[in-house]
């Protein structure tokens, strides 16, 4: 992840939207958005320079949350976020649907996003974005539900919801997510 703290440099000069933070080894042009440097990125707007290193994707995976079930990862790490593939209310012991009810594969699909989210290091609170796909519209109410119980942060995500959806297994719920790291 890229620093975010101000240039450290010997010298340097940081002047409005178009300002350039000049480091021993190298130059941000803002106006450009054009890093030069080994370890320099442009910040524009924040007038600060970090490293320039793009981060190597990262896959997250937990014993604590069912193993996914086709080609994809539980999660993956990119840039300070966390991507969590969407979560079935499988309970990780049984390998079965937690519940009958789409409330209750909803409170275990939310279990689940927190273990994956652990194991990546960040938590339900970081959670800046969700989507809950439903077999039925109707359940709507019982998810929103087990969905909001889990959620126990001041700020609540950005979220779509909607139903009509051919779910794997059979499940009546499935829930994905996106936090900050």
Do not use: W
Request: hydrophobic share 40%; aromatic share 4%.
């Amino acid at each position: 992840m890229c620093a975010e703290e101000p240039c450290k440099c010997a010298e340097h000069k940081c002047q409005g939207e178009q300002s350039a933070c000049q480091c021993e080894k190298g130059a941000c042009q803002c106006e450009q958005k054009q890093c030069q440097g080994e370890q320099n990125a442009c910040q524009c707007g924040k007038n600060k320079c970090g490293c320039g290193a793009q981060q190597p994707l990262e896959q997250v995976a937990t014993d604590q949350a069912p193993a996914a079930l086709g080609a994809y990862s539980q999660a993956v790490k990119a840039n300070g976020f966390v991507f969590v593939s969407g979560q079935l209310g499988i309970n990780p012991a049984t390998g079965e649907l937690a519940g009958a009810t789409a409330g209750e594969q909803a409170a275990q699909a939310m279990k689940n996003i927190a273990a994956v989210l652990t194991a990546a290091g960040s938590s339900m609170d970081r959670i800046v974005r969700a989507t809950i796909y439903l077999a039925d519209v109707n359940d709507f109410a019982e998810v929103d539900a087990a969905y909001s119980a889990a959620l126990t942060g001041a700020v609540k995500p950005a979220r779509v919801a909607f139903g009509g959806n051919a779910i794997p297994k059979g499940a009546l719920v499935e829930i994905d997510a996106i936090a900050a790291v």
